[in-house]
Structures are given as C-alpha cells and as structure tokens.
C-alpha cells in the first residue's frame, strides 16, 4: 500500500519513490525554511537530494529493515587531512575519487593543451563517434587521460615502457652472447 506525504515528514528508513525511483531513507535534514536534504539510498549508491519540504511524495510502508543496514555499510569513507578538508572519498573500496593538488592540476593543463595541439590526437577524437561515455567532446578525453597521468594512475593496459622494452632487450642479447661463447 502506498501513500502520499510530504517530504519533511519522512524518517530515517523511511521508503519513498520519487520520479520512478525507489529511495531508502538515511539521514532527512531542513536546510532553510523551504528545502529539505535528504541523504537515501537509490539503487545501491548514496544519493544526496535537495527537495522542497512542501513536496509529496509516495510512501511504502516497511514491515522489516534487513537491507538498509547492509546498504547503509557500503556508504562511501571520508578521507580528511589535518585541516578537516576532504582529500578523498571511498565508495565501497572499489571505486575511489580524489582531490588534485596544485601541482597535479598544473601537469594536467600543461599535458591537456599539448595533447589538443597535437594533430593525431585531433584526428581521432574530432570525430564523436570515437568519443565514448562518460566523455562527450574532445576536451573531454584529453582531460581524462592527462588526469590520469598527472594521479599516477596511467594506462594499465599499455605496453610496457621504452625503459623495459630496453632492459628486457639487453637481457636477452647478454643472454644470447653468453651461450654463443660457450658454443664455440
């Protein structure tokens, strides 16, 4: 049975639907004197939603609790510095965001305006069918993967460096000399 009510009456574990979603209710603060913030749980993710307290929305009731406190635990983790700022968050440890320091944003714009100089890059991210999700333009894709390197993160699936290639080479002519020696 659902019924209508408004949102500044809605409890912690409270479950209510809004625009075709399902939404679980964690934490329901007034942030002034028309709007309310409520921090629910939607299709397995935390959500934040700002919405005016007047609104109504359909409520279902709840006879039991099981998945919210099992939701609940999948909340993301806050990591602050020593002066209370967030320097990254951490959805269920698989996922995780994190802030850029000056210097990492200063080698991301330096590494994003040579990428958009160049023209093979230019040839083949003018055309938007070579754009995927979530990048929408070129900017985009040149943003991403400069970000990526200014973090450390890089191609995890590129080749190995020149620097290995190199070492793996010497390697093997060492190798292939020794045995020619020993065959004389």
């Avoid at 320091?101 to 590494?111: G, V």
């Avoid at 040839?123 to 069918?129: F, G």
């Amino acid at each position: 049975m659902r019924d209508k009510t408004k949102i500044e009456v809605l409890n912690e574990s409270d479950t209510f639907f809004l625009d075709g979603k399902k939404y679980i209710v964690i934490t329901n603060n007034s942030i002034s004197t028309s709007f309310n913030e409520l921090t629910a749980i939607s299709e397995g993710e935390n959500v934040n939603i700002r919405l005016r307290k007047e609104q109504s929305v359909y409520i279902e009731e709840q006879k039991t609790t099981t998945n919210l406190h099992a939701q609940i635990s999948n909340a993301p983790e806050k990591i602050r510095n020593e002066k209370g700022n967030i320097i990254r968050v951490s959805f269920a440890g698989e996922l995780t965001e994190q802030k850029l320091s000056k210097d990492q944003i200063k080698k991301r714009d330096e590494c994003a305006k040579k990428l958009l100089d160049s023209s093979e890059f230019k040839e083949r991210y003018n055309n938007p069918d070579n754009v995927s999700p979530p990048g929408r333009d070129i900017d985009d894709v040149a943003y991403g993967i400069c970000t990526n390197r200014a973090t450390g993160r890089g191609n995890k699936t590129g080749s190995k460096s020149k620097k290995e290639t190199n070492e793996s080479f010497n390697r093997l002519n060492t190798i292939s000399n020794i045995l020619r020696r020993i065959s004389k």
